[in-house]
């Protein structure tokens, strides 16, 4: 792994449907995969339980390829 990304940093997507959009890194999961606040949201379903006796559903986020992404400090140097 050449980049070194790790939780609380900021990073921009450049590539993929979310290209462009910015925000802090959640989680690292796995060796290739990261988790980025308000990025790559998915709607998940939740079934009637004890704990949620409506049920509904909620948007989260989804990880994303860490080769996708750059360092916020990075991106913005380059575009000068």
């Given at each position: 792994?050449?980049k070194?990304i790790?939780r609380e940093?900021e990073v921009v997507?450049?590539?993929?449907?979310?290209?462009?959009?910015?925000?802090k890194?959640?989680e690292?999961?796995?060796?290739?995969?990261?988790?980025?606040?308000?990025?790559?949201?998915v709607?998940?379903f939740?079934?009637?339980?004890?704990?949620?006796?409506e049920?509904g559903?909620?948007e989260?986020e989804a990880p994303?390829?860490?080769?996708?992404?750059?360092?916020?400090?990075?991106y913005?140097?380059?575009?000068?």
């Amino acid at each position: 792994m050449s980049k070194v990304i790790k939780r609380e940093q900021e990073v921009v997507v450049i590539s993929g449907a979310h290209k462009g959009k910015r925000g802090k890194v959640l989680e690292v999961k796995a060796p290739e995969k990261i988790l980025i606040e308000g990025v790559n949201l998915v709607t998940k379903f939740e079934r009637k339980s004890q704990d949620n006796p409506e049920g509904g559903s909620s948007e989260r986020e989804a990880p994303i390829h860490y080769s996708n992404v750059m360092l916020a400090e990075k991106y913005d140097a380059k575009q000068k």
